[in-house]
């Protein structure tokens, strides 16, 4: 079935990193996004990464790719106040014929200062 | 360019209602796609339009149809409300062939 399973909540102080993990169900699954979604706003694409590749490096924001273990990562550097947000993982499945995002429960990373 | 444009941003129906909502796509993108997120959820896909045809259909009830127009702009319905529809109802815009979705801020539907 399709299940993108994330954990539910993160809290790290301000300066620390953070790693958001996801588990996607289908490994055939080309494209792996990460999303951030603040408080009553719609879906902001953070990054993506091919299914090829194994790691995906931008500015603060580093994805890591275990396809082997259907598993992804996202790390933020230096996080900030600002990062606080609910972030979703999505997958898009290979078998529908067209493109749907299935997209994980969301966790939600709570920065202190 | 203009991004993925929803309307209206919030609206409370009654249960048994019939709604509207309405998405402009992004420039250039041909394809639009709706999904539902229920309060403490990941959004849900409910269907997807390209060339003016559902391309793609989640596990939701007949209830839900929608409408692409020439200009690709969308429209989803839903008939006889109920109070488990409540949720932002967001929609994504794409170009059909190319990975990459531009998501708009959504639409608040309350049922009560």
């Known amino acids: 079935g399709e299940d993108v399973e994330q954990s539910l909540f993160l809290s790290v102080r301000e300066g620390d990193s953070s790693v958001i993990n996801c588990t996607y169900t289908d490994s055939s699954s080309t494209y792996l996004y990460w999303y951030k979604q603040e408080p009553g706003a719609g879906l902001q694409l953070l990054t993506y990464i091919f299914s090829n590749m194994d790691m995906k490096q931008d500015q603060r924001l580093t994805v890591l790719l275990n396809k082997k273990d259907k598993h992804l990562s996202l790390r933020i550097a230096d996080t900030q106040t600002g990062d606080s947000a609910i972030y979703f993982c999505?997958?898009?499945?290979?078998?529908?014929?067209?493109?749907?995002?299935?997209f994980g429960t969301g966790t939600r990373l709570l920065v202190s200062p | 360019e203009t991004g993925v444009t929803q309307s209206p941003t919030h609206l409370i129906k009654t249960r048994g209602q019939q709604v509207t909502l309405r998405c402009s796509s992004q420039?250039?993108?041909?394809?639009v796609s709706w999904y539902q997120q229920a309060l403490g959820q990941g959004p849900q896909f409910i269907f997807q339009?390209?060339?003016?045809?559902?391309?793609g259909r989640g596990n939701f009830p007949p209830r839900f149809s929608g409408l692409q127009f020439p200009n690709y702009s969308s429209e989803l319905n839903v008939n006889a409300l109920e109070l488990d529809d409540s949720a932002l109802y967001l929609c994504?815009?794409?170009?059909?062939?190319?990975?990459?979705?531009?998501f708009g801020s959504g639409t608040r539907l309350t049922v009560v």
């Open positions: 420039s250039g993108h041909n394809t």
């Open positions: 999505a997958e898009v499945p290979s078998n529908t014929g067209f493109q749907k995002l299935v």
């Open positions: 339009y390209y060339r003016e045809e559902e391309n």
């Open positions: 994504a815009s794409s170009l059909a062939g190319v990975h990459g979705y531009t």
